[in-house]
């Protein structure tokens, strides 16, 4: 299956990068909402890690659609946006420790992520977003 981001490597590169994204979604209450998040980027998808019950996941279960960017604060200020799909799924507490302890590593280091990320037991919720369109911009 052809993803939207074959063929954009710089897409790619950015949304590799250790980089706080920007989610947004539609609240509950019909207003759209806008949160910084930890994400992976695998296999043409975001995933983003979550404990159960989440304001978020509540309102992505009840409409699906989202919007997420990720921007490089030095100059050329590479951004990437998108739109897409998400679904919010079970996360066994075997697989949360293991996306919600990497990314903390990736974004805090391995001693501030040892203090920071919690392995309480217990299964989470994945939020995973499959693009439908992603635009890259060098400004």
């Known amino acids: 299956m052809t993803t939207p981001l074959e063929g954009d490597d710089r897409a790619r590169e950015l949304l590799g990068e250790s ?7 539609l609240g509950l209450d019909g207003y759209p909402r806008v949160v910084p998040t930890w994400f992976d ?3 043409g998808e975001l995933l983003i890690s979550n404990g159960p019950g989440t304001y978020k996941c509540r309102c992505i279960r009840a409409h699906g659609r989202v919007g997420f960017a990720v921007s490089d604060p030095t100059p050329p200020y590479r951004l990437v946006t998108l739109t897409g799909d998400a679904v919010v799924e079970v996360l066994p507490e075997a697989e949360r420790i293991q996306l919600a302890g990497g990314q903390a590593r990736r974004y805090l280091g391995e001693e501030r992520a040892g203090r920071f990320f919690s392995r309480a037991p217990g299964d989470g919720e994945l939020i995973r977003i499959r693009p439908r369109r992603i635009r890259f911009t060098n400004v």
């Open 19 to 25: 980089i706080v994204g920007q989610l947004s979604f």
């Open 41 to 43: 980027f695998r296999d």
